[in-house]
């Protein structure tokens, strides 16, 4: 597959929980589309901006509710494939949105913008996708992956497949190689870490089928909004109040601040009914200087602000030891330090969970820890210092490389494209043509 003399007929598409990409094989051009502003990336969010009256995508929609519009910004869009509010709906602008709606407004735009980097349409695609989203019910997870088919279908896609995320990722790294490996591809995305054993080489990579090199799969849903989630709740929601006491001794209900700690349910703190529960709960509340912050970031509706600055405090702990953020949009001169050493102990049980599914994996491939000579590392969370160290003691032979965190599947989805769909059949056939003319 290294000699292209035409292009893909098909494309792939990773649409992510933090972040999405396109990808498309064609000769003498980078794999990855350019989205938005030159970059291959586009963030998961939309906004629904209600002064200007109009809905934009990625960086510009955190930039434009950053700078203060009034609006809705919602991100983590993928989490509600296989969940119960994918049925639901939310109130924008005045009118109520459906969730299949809003994901099929993000997936088009992604089309759309694929479609103009690439200066023609795509009507064939393949999708990435977790290798569960939803752990312990396949039925929750065929639906989620029903969902996904549908609502790429309703954007224009009429031919649609699937790939395992870190499968496309292995398919990437192995255009590399130039000797066999067994690799365990870790995909730790924004909403699932996903792993695959897998027997890569420059031989296999010319095989049209390559299930006998899949050694085993699995996955666990967890990823980095998780891990944001848990250092919100340690490091962030006790100064507006989480776990301080009321009078009578009991605790400050938790339920406000674990919306206000999950990205896709951050506006279910907005209501009319949460302001006016929350209004009693000052009255009884032992702390009320915290609570003033609460009550101040809601009637802000700064929330997915302070949800950007957990996630800015999780990227900077993994090149640093601590790190001081402003919060002065909840109360004036506020600052506050985070460590990475309380950033540990917040995900421990999350990362003993991902240890635990990799050990599984190995008993599943029937392959010992010292078998596995490399691990290739994909997904914007998969440089968590601790998340690498538990998977460096579990398997201490094997040779750590990085991908691209953010391209590696949707570049390994534009492989699996091609290996599925084959070239253009018009291109080429056009190029026959003129060469007999």
Same mark, same amino acid.
């Given at each position: 597959?290294?000699?292209?003399?035409?292009?893909?007929?098909?494309?792939?598409?990773?649409?992510?929980?933090?972040?999405?990409?396109?990808?498309?094989?064609?000769?003498?051009?980078?794999?990855?589309?350019?989205?938005?502003?030159?970059k291959v990336?586009?963030?998961?969010a939309?906004?629904?901006?209600?002064e200007?009256?109009?809905?934009?995508?990625?960086?510009?929609?955190?930039?434009?509710?950053?700078?203060g519009?009034?609006?809705?910004l919602m991100?983590?869009?993928?989490?509600?494939l296989?969940?119960?509010?994918? @049925?639901?709906? !939310?109130?924008?602008?005045? %009118? +109520?949105?459906?969730?299949?709606?809003?994901? $099929? #407004?993000?997936? *088009?735009?992604?089309?759309?913008?694929?479609?103009?980097a690439?200066?023609?349409?795509?009507?064939?695609?393949?999708?990435?996708?977790?290798?569960?989203?939803? @752990?312990?019910? !396949?039925?929750?997870?065929? %639906? +989620?992956?029903?969902t996904?088919?549908?609502? $790429? #279908?309703?954007? *224009?896609?009429?031919e649609?497949?699937?790939?395992?995320?870190?499968?496309?990722?292995?398919?990437?790294?192995?255009?590399?190689?130039?000797?066999?490996?067994?690799?365990?591809?870790?995909?730790?995305?924004?909403?699932?870490s996903?792993?695959?054993?897998?027997?890569?080489?420059?031989?296999?990579?010319?095989?049209?089928?390559?299930?006998?090199?899949?050694?085993?799969?699995?996955?666990?849903?967890?990823?980095?909004?998780?891990?944001?989630?848990?250092?919100?709740?340690?490091?962030?929601?006790?100064?507006?109040?989480?776990?301080?006491?009321?009078?009578?001794?009991?605790?400050?209900?938790?339920?406000?601040?674990?919306?206000?700690?999950?990205?896709?349910?951050?506006?279910?703190?907005?209501?009319?009914?949460?302001?006016?529960?929350?209004?009693?709960?000052?009255?009884?509340?032992?702390?009320?200087?915290?609570?003033?912050?609460?009550?101040?970031?809601?009637?802000?509706?700064?929330?997915?602000?302070?949800?950007?600055?957990?996630?800015e405090?999780?990227i900077?702990?993994?090149?640093?030891?601590?790190?001081?953020?402003p919060?002065?949009?909840?109360?004036?001169?506020?600052?506050?330090?985070?460590t990475?050493?309380?950033?540990?102990?917040?995900?421990?049980?999350?990362?003993?969970?991902?240890?635990?599914?990799?050990?599984?994996?190995?008993?599943?491939?029937?392959?010992?820890?010292?078998?596995?000579?490399?691990?290739?590392?994909?997904?914007?969370?998969?440089?968590?210092?601790?998340?690498?160290?538990?998977?460096?003691?579990?398997?201490?032979?094997?040779?750590?490389?990085?991908?691209?965190?953010?391209?590696?599947?949707?570049?390994?989805?534009?492989?699996?494209?091609?290996?599925?769909?084959?070239?253009?059949?018009?291109?080429?056939?056009?190029?026959?043509?003129?060469?007999?003319?």
């Amino acid at each position: 597959m290294s000699v292209l003399p035409h292009p893909a007929r098909a494309c792939g598409i990773d649409f992510g929980t933090s972040n999405s990409t396109a990808g498309w094989l064609r000769p003498g051009h980078d794999t990855l589309l350019r989205l938005e502003d030159g970059k291959v990336t586009l963030p998961s969010a939309v906004f629904f901006n209600a002064e200007e009256d109009h809905v934009c995508y990625g960086r510009q929609a955190i930039a434009e509710y950053l700078d203060g519009y009034e609006g809705r910004l919602m991100r983590s869009l993928k989490s509600l494939l296989g969940s119960s509010l994918i @049925d639901g709906q !939310t109130e924008v602008q005045g %009118r +109520a949105l459906p969730f299949r709606e809003l994901l $099929a #407004k993000f997936i *088009g735009e992604i089309k759309h913008r694929a479609e103009a980097a690439a200066g023609r349409s795509f009507d064939t695609a393949v999708f990435g996708r977790p290798v569960h989203f939803v @752990d312990d019910s !396949t039925d929750a997870d065929a %639906r +989620a992956e029903a969902t996904l088919l549908e609502t $790429a #279908k309703r954007v *224009g896609f009429r031919e649609v497949s699937f790939q395992f995320e870190p499968i496309a990722a292995a398919y990437h790294y192995e255009q590399s190689l130039t000797r066999e490996e067994v690799v365990l591809i870790a995909d730790i995305g924004g909403g699932t870490s996903d792993f695959s054993i897998v027997c890569l080489s420059p031989e296999r990579a010319k095989l049209a089928e390559r299930r006998d090199d899949l050694l085993a799969n699995g996955g666990i849903h967890i990823g980095g909004t998780d891990f944001d989630k848990y250092l919100s709740l340690a490091g962030f929601m006790p100064l507006l109040g989480y776990r301080t006491r009321l009078k009578n001794n009991s605790e400050v209900p938790s339920s406000y601040y674990f919306n206000l700690a999950t990205w896709h349910t951050i506006n279910f703190t907005y209501t009319r009914k949460i302001w006016a529960e929350l209004q009693d709960v000052y009255r009884d509340a032992r702390e009320q200087d915290k609570m003033d912050r609460l009550l101040r970031l809601i009637e802000e509706r700064a929330g997915h602000w302070l949800a950007l600055r957990v996630e800015e405090a999780k990227i900077a702990l993994s090149d640093t030891p601590q790190i001081t953020l402003p919060l002065d949009r909840i109360h004036e001169g506020l600052s506050h330090e985070v460590t990475r050493v309380l950033f540990d102990e917040a995900i421990t049980s999350l990362v003993t969970d991902v240890e635990t599914t990799v050990a599984g994996l190995l008993q599943t491939a029937g392959v010992r820890a010292d078998e596995i000579d490399t691990v290739f590392f994909t997904g914007g969370s998969s440089g968590v210092p601790l998340l690498r160290r538990r998977i460096a003691a579990l398997l201490p032979a094997a040779r750590p490389v990085e991908g691209d965190l953010f391209g590696s599947i949707g570049a390994g989805l534009a492989v699996e494209a091609l290996r599925r769909y084959g070239p253009d059949a018009a291109k080429a056939a056009g190029a026959v043509a003129s060469a007999h003319a």
